[in-house]
């Protein structure tokens, strides 16, 4: 009996964890999960809550209910893997030996690096605790310049921190705040988006509803006494309330195992998943170095390919199952609008639907519901 382990037991490694245990017999692998925290978070769900309190558990469920009871799951905390014994070091002090490995960690939000978060002028949207105080700080706001800006790229999906502008926009004017505040949007390109015309649309946007963009931002440091955001050029923008997306990096255990590029990211093969220079071990979501977004999308359509490649291995064949990119990305404009963006390796985004309520409804309502009765459960 093989032993597959999966670290990392959030989207990408439930979703994993979930599609393996229905391949395979019982008698011939064990899918081990290794995942300290005990309840799934539906992350999109952040950009909404920053604007309106309501309990967290109506967009986290607990493990039990997300994975698969064939799993068998380890609550703790893996710090160390030996690729050449193939076993991984657990922080109770025992090791688990593996025959395939799936590394899927995520990204580690490093709000250290910006020492501030503690202030009460500066904020983000991409963990619980920061969200509910960004809620108190947006609750108590009066007016005055609000700037909103990456501190890394790549962050976890591309398009939150444009989306978040646009539903603070519309938050604004419902409280009749808009014409008392200035929005700006920092961004390290000289657009405010990656993709050229996506961003042509968001420029749109942002130009009808009076959000200046400022380009080739890119965040070195916050001056709080003096509440400035200052660029590596050296370009100073005042705020009121900052809310800057915390720096991305891979995992410690990433680093610390010489699995990762310079920022942490695992070091992986963008059609096979497989690690680079390793053997029988594979990484899926945002702790890879992929070239696609940090998103739940890009892990459920990168899963597959992954799977089958095990699947081969495990019959002794050569690992050939090819991922070629492909994603979709809701991009949120307001409250009651979306649109849906499809891409590729082969090509760029694509604006897919119209900007309308229909796919709101779709994302906003439905995806949720999707999200955690079918996707994570691996039955799509
Ligand atoms: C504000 C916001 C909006 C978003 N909107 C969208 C969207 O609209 N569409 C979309 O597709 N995606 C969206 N995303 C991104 C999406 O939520 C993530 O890309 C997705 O959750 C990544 O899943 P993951 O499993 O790869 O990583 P994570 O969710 O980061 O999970 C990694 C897991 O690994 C565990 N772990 C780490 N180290 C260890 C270790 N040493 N031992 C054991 N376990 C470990 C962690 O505890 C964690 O549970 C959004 C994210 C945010 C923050």
């Known amino acids: 009996m093989k032993n597959i382990v999966v670290v990392g ?3 990408a490694g439930i979703t994993v964890a979930n599609k393996l245990v229905r391949k395979l017999r019982r008698k011939d692998a064990k899918v081990i999960l290794i995942e300290p925290n005990e309840f799934n978070i539906y992350e999109p769900q952040y950009v909404f809550w920053g604007f309106k309190k309501y ?10 209910k997300v994975l698969s009871g064939k799993v068998t799951w380890l609550r703790t905390v893996a710090t160390h893997i030996d690729s050449v014994k193939k076993q991984i070091s657990l922080s109770n002090g025992e090791t688990l030996p ?8 995520g990204a580690k939000m490093d709000e250290a690096q910006v020492d501030s978060y503690d202030d009460d002028k500066i904020h983000h949207f991409y963990l619980a605790d920061a969200t509910k105080k960004l809620q108190d700080a947006l609750k108590n706001f009066a007016g005055g310049t609000i700037v909103i800006s990456p501190s890394t790229v790549p962050y976890k999906c591309p398009p939150a921190p444009a989306e978040f502008t646009f539903l603070l926009d519309t938050y604004l004017r419902k409280n009749n705040l808009r014409d008392k505040t200035t929005i700006k949007y920092l961004y390290p390109l000289m657009r405010p988006y990656p993709e050229a015309r996506v961003s042509e649309k968001v420029q749109k946007l942002f130009d009808k509803r009076g959000i200046e963009f400022v380009e080739f931002f890119n965040y070195e440091t916050v001056d709080k006494e003096n509440r400035k955001v200052i660029s590596l050029e050296g370009e100073e923008i005042e705020y009121d309330l900052l809310v800057l997306i915390p720096p991305h990096m ?27 220079d390793q053997e029988n071990m594979y990484a899926i979501g945002d702790c890879t170095d992929m070239p696609i977004s940090k998103s739940g999308a890009a892990a459920h359509f990168s899963a597959p390919a992954l799977i089958k490649n095990i699947l081969l291995e495990m019959k002794g064949k050569v690992p050939t199952k090819k991922y070629g990119g492909f994603t979709v990305c809701f991009v949120v404009t307001s409250f009651r609008r979306s649109l849906l963006l499809v891409f590729s390796y082969n090509y760029a985004p694509r604006k897919f639907g119209l900007h309308n309520l229909f796919l709101y409804g779709l994302f906003k309502k439905a995806f949720k519901i999707v999200y955690f009765k079918a996707l994570i459960k691996g039955y799509l």
């Open 250 to 276: 891979g995992h410690e255990i990433i680093i610390d195992s010489d699995l990762g590029d310079r920022e942490g990211f695992v070091r992986t093969d963008r059609f096979t998943l497989k690690v680079k």
């Open 9 to 11: 037991g959030c989207f």
């Open 98 to 105: 593996y025959d395939y490995l799936v590394l899927a960690t």
């Open 55 to 64: 309990p967290q558990s109506k967009f986290t469920k607990p493990m039990n």
